[in-house]
T-cell receptor, first 116, second 115 residues
């Protein structure tokens, strides 16, 4: 099956700093990548959708200036949490979809962000 | 509006028994798909099974099967012969109408398999 990796798997940062999370499709070209956020014991909430070479489309309520998404290539998307605060602590999951099978998403293992 | 409902926040099942996890949905899209994912404590989302709304037969993948009742708008996941490794969160999901691939997830069911 298609594999998606995320780096780092865990990160602890201080309030006010920025953190970058990478999402890579290892064996397929992900024309579309998605970023989700998941609080403990809750479901995944879609934050944004990004297509390679285009600006990301953010869901309502997600601050695009705070959560910067870049989808520079067909295998890499990055999420940068700028000026992180403790309330940004969460589990962030990315997924990728191929153009030929857009209804199938392949999920990364997630990144646990803790802001102190 | 599109909606996915999982009414069982937590379920317990004896090892080797079968268990059914409920999922109901609402959509105006005439053609849609339903997905089930497993999320163990490690966090990764594992694809289990897919059912297309026009599929004639209920989907099956090994020990997983879907009890798809279109008229009732339900797509329940059946896990047969439960194993300890099946203990995890299970999410039902469907693509949002007119987006093709943006997923909307249910609230999930936490399954615990008892030895």
């Amino acid at each position: 099956g298609a594999v998606v990796s995320q780096h780092p798997s865990r990160v602890i940062c201080k309030s006010g700093t920025s953190v970058k999370i990478e999402c890579r499709s290892l064996d397929f070209q992900a024309t579309t990548m998605f970023w989700y956020r998941q609080f403990p014991k809750q479901s995944l909430m879609l934050m944004a959708t990004s297509n390679e070479g285009s600006k990301a489309t953010y869901e309502q309520g997600v601050e695009k200036d705070k959560f910067l998404i870049n989808h520079a290539s067909l295998t890499l998307s990055t999420l940068t949490v700028t000026s992180a605060h403790p309330e940004d602590s969460s589990f962030y999951i990315c997924s990728g979809a191929m153009s030929s099978r857009t209804y199938e998403q392949y999920f990364g293992p997630g990144t646990r962000l803790t802001v102190t | 509006a599109q909606k996915i409902t999982q009414t069982q926040p937590g379920m317990f099942v004896q090892e080797k028994e079968a268990v059914t996890l409920d999922c109901t949905y609402d959509t105006s899209d005439p053609s849609y798909g339903l997905f089930w994912y497993k999320q163990p404590s490690s966090g990764e989302m594992i694809f289990l099974i897919y059912q297309g709304s026009y599929d004639q037969q209920n989907a099956t993948e090994g020990r997983y099967s879907l009890n798809f009742q279109k008229a009732r708008k339900s797509a329940n996941l059946v896990i047969s012969a439960s194993q300890l490794g099946d203990s995890a969160m299970y999410f039902c999901a469907m693509p949002l109408a007119n987006t093709g691939n943006q997923f909307y997830f249910g609230t999930g069911t936490s399954l615990t398999v008892i030895p």
